[in-house]
């Protein structure tokens, strides 16, 4: 295929103006590289992410166990490439296992990991490594080659017809390439974690007893789903091998601290929580905010802190429940919260009735959506429905030619809203990590039977201690149970 020489050079000049403006040196490695981002606006980035970080997912309410992860976190700081960041340290309510880092200095580690993490000495590593992410700018250099791919496709399209025609696609591409962390970031990640580790005076060699946890898990689940740490961090055989061959002489008699860690993780909420929301039957039941609706028939349901999302079976209709606190008057709100959702809504209908005595405003509305550059016209409802001071707000969204169908359904949570009083829901708990002292030496496999672990949870609890029901126990060794 012949390639226009004018694109060519366009391309050409693009590409070494940019390098030429825009090489910095790797804190980690010394190097120049291609970088767009600067610190300070890699900071404001993280800042941003952040924000969006924690009405996602929800900071986990335990201030002592987040003060020993910062505190942990901070152990290794002072062993970091960039010293200079102000990092913060931060556990996620969720029970998806998981950390990971954002730009400029911002580390998480979700509640579910640190259920399955058997010593401080593992969080050390876990820390070290999203540490190492940061301080190699991985994500900064990412989003530099994302944005040069993005500025080519721009000049492309200018230039070129046949060009114009494929960005769209070209654009999506780019996106999923760099999406992820690249094997040899990962690496690097794994290098920094040990090193950063090793700084604090924390055994190294318990990268390898967590990725052995994250293995387990993986083939405990037949290998059908994975943990998300490995979605985002691929787990290989040969990255293993790569990791004990980062190990020294020594190493051995570092810190791994396993019972300072299982007692702070004692008591730690394990699972989905309940309070927070759950499905059980046709309905879902909020215990801590005291309510309860009605679910379509079908219809699948996502709950996280920022919003319920409700989504019909073949993707064909939707609803979102948001809440905040709101001053002024219903109506006005409900106008206001609409624009603010929308764009360019066209109010077709609107008025107030009560839904099960609580006070509500309702708009039915059309609107319209960008979809592979085509403009798909929508129809929806809006119901804002008042409760103990605060706003309760169902958005029903699908195509306008089928609102008819779906409106009996977007119809089913907004109509049964209701207050929740009955005290089997209400006081519904979460199952909790609990941290057991092992008496008389025995058996993981007696253990459990000794503290009437159900069957069906045994392989649970043998995964988080990683032991086999054979596995001899001695007295006065920590068990993590789950009650």
Aim: proline share 5%.
């Amino acid at each position: 295929m012949r390639v226009n020489r004018q694109i060519f050079f366009w391309f050409l000049a693009v590409a070494v103006l940019l390098t030429a403006m825009s090489c910095a040196v790797n804190p980690v490695t010394g190097k120049k590289e291609l970088m767009l981002i600067s610190e300070a606006q890699e900071i404001e980035l993280g800042k941003q992410t952040d924000q969006s970080i924690r009405m996602q997912y929800g900071l986990y309410d335990d201030p002592a166990l987040t003060n020993y992860v910062r505190r942990v976190g901070n152990s290794l700081t002072p062993h970091t490439h960039r010293k200079e960041l102000k990092y913060h340290f931060a556990v996620l309510d969720t029970p998806v296992p998981n950390a990971f880092a954002a730009p400029g200095g911002y580390i998480y580690v979700t509640r579910g990991l640190m259920a399955m993490m058997n010593s401080e000495a593992e969080l050390a590593v876990v820390l070290g490594h999203e540490l190492g992410h940061v301080n190699a700018r991985h994500s900064a250099r990412s989003m530099s080659r994302q944005m040069i791919f993005n500025l080519g496709l721009v000049v492309g399209s200018v230039l070129s017809k046949e060009v114009r025609r494929w960005a769209p696609l070209a654009g999506l591409a780019g996106n999923l390439l760099f999406l992820k962390f690249s094997r040899s970031d990962e690496y690097q990640a794994d290098s920094l974690g040990i090193q950063y580790a090793r700084g604090s005076r924390y055994l190294p060699g318990a990268m390898v007893t967590f990725f052995n946890s994250l293995q387990q898990l993986t083939a405990d689940h037949g290998g059908s789903s994975i943990p998300n740490f490995l979605s985002t961090h691929p787990l290989t055989t040969r990255r293993i091998e790569e990791v004990k061959e980062m190990l020294q002489p020594g190493d051995e008699n570092l810190k791994v601290a396993r019972n300072d860690y299982l007692q702070k993780v004692d008591g730690l909420v394990y699972g989905n929580n309940p309070r927070h929301g759950y499905v059980q039957g046709n309905a879902f039941y909020h215990p801590q905010m005291k309510f309860a609706f009605n679910i379509p028939q079908g219809w699948k349901v996502q709950n996280t802190p920022a919003q319920v999302a409700l989504a019909e079976a073949n993707g064909n209709a939707v609803i979102l429940l948001r809440v905040e606190k709101a001053q002024s008057a219903l109506d006005d709100y409900a106008r206001s919260r609409l624009q603010q959702a929308l764009q360019n809504p066209q109010i077709l209908d609107q008025g107030s009735h009560a839904v099960n005595s609580l006070s509500a405003h309702h708009i039915i509305f059309d609107s319209a959506v960008t979809q592979d550059n085509t403009s798909v016209p929508m129809r929806g409802r809006m119901s804002c429905i008042q409760k103990n001071g605060m706003v309760y707000t169902f958005i029903g969204l699908t195509q306008r030619n089928v609102f008819q169908s779906h409106d009996p359904s977007i119809l089913t949570p907004i109509r049964t809203f209701r207050n929740l009083n009955d005290p089997q829901h209400l006081n519904r708990r979460p199952v909790h990590v609990e941290v057991v002292k092992v008496g008389a030496a025995t058996t993981m496999g007696r253990f459990l039977s000794q503290h009437n672990i159900p069957q069906k949870l045994h392989k649970e609890v043998l995964l988080l201690n990683l032991m086999k029901t054979g596995t001899q126990l001695s007295p006065g060794q920590l068990i993590k149970i789950i009650r």
